[in-house]
């Protein structure tokens, strides 16, 4: 399980931001693709990125003039969200892969949480509310609407966009400025954190997580538990890495279905399979 996601992880960031020649002239693909969105957190400002980041599509059409009911984002969402919910966290984001592969380097102690974690995770909902919806209306651009979420935080951006941009035109390097230097403050916080607490980002602020997260009670994937034959060994909260209980594992909106409790379970008693 764990060397079949981290190879679905791999390949799907690389088929996602697979078009070389933009890394390679520091430009965006704007082809017929990017009118289509790819379910996890990937920057549309990528110059790799084929696909669109469906909270972008959201706050562009919410940029729009008027108000603008984005039923075609919606509909992608509840389409995702009702046939994997946060599996999509676990399995097809790129940035929570980075997250991912930034907790394996072997420094500090490791922690699931961070202290206070049952306030502070409800900062994605914070973030999804004032950042993607509010903010992208009227809070932060008054009546020039702006993208707050991807202008002010989006670490993803600044990582898979903004970076690979800037190191290759001369034009953007001219540009630079303090909104960059704030942006890039988030990212370096996010990544060095991401080595001693498993995905800050996305347990605390990611707004794509909290939308995924409403849907993890009835979405298609679930990871199904077998109470009669569980030997309440706790082994699958052991290895949850974001520390659910047995009862709360595959339901919790914080689940990101990754597995991990299925492969450490003794009994077999949790399995991916559809609810009954």
């Known amino acids: 399980m764990k060397k079949l996601r981290l190879m679905v992880q791999l390949l799907f960031t690389i088929v996602t931001n697979g078009y070389v020649f933009g890394f390679m002239n520091g430009k965006i693909y704007q082809g017929k693709l990017k009118y289509a969105c790819v379910p996890g957190l990937n920057c549309y400002s990528c110059p ?3 696909g669109s980041c ?3 599509a959201l706050q562009a059409l919410l940029n729009q003039r008027g108000l603008t009911v984005p039923f075609a ?3 992608f969402f509840f389409l995702f ?7 999509i966290c676990g399995w097809l984001c ?3 892969f980075v997250q991912d592969l930034l907790h394996k380097i072997p420094l500090f102690k490791k922690r699931k949480r961070l202290p206070g974690h049952h306030i502070l995770k409800y900062g994605k909902y914070v973030v999804l509310i004032l950042f993607v919806l509010l903010g992208s209306m ?5 009546f020039a609407k702006v993208p707050a979420f991807c202008k002010y935080i989006c670490p993803s951006g600044t990582l898979f966009g903004a970076l690979p941009l800037i190191g290759r035109n001369e034009m953007l390097q001219a540009q630079v400025g303090g909104l960059f230097f704030w942006k890039l403050g988030i990212l370096a916080v996010v990544l060095v954190l991401s080595i001693k607490v498993y995905r800050p980002f996305c347990q605390y602020l990611c707004p794509l997580g909290a939308v995924y997260g409403w849907f993890n009670r009835f979405s298609l994937v679930q990871i199904c538990w077998q ?3 569980c030997l309440s060994c706790g082994a699958c909260q052991n290895a949850c890495p974001v520390d659910l209980s047995v009862k709360e594992i595959s339901r919790s909106p914080e689940c990101i279905r990754c597995g991990k409790c299925v492969s450490a379970c003794p009994a077999e ?3 991916f399979t559809h609810p009954k």
Not at 81 to 87: A, I, M, T, V
């Open 48 to 50: 790799g990125a084929v």
């Open 54 to 56: 469906p909270i972008g």
């Open 73 to 75: 984002v919606l509909g």
């Open 81 to 87: 969200g009702s046939l994997l919910g946060r599996f």
């Open 94 to 96: 790129p940035f929570g």
């Open 138 to 142: 009227f809070l932060f651009g008054g």
């Open 227 to 229: 109470e009669e034959k």
């Open 269 to 271: 008693c949790l399995s």
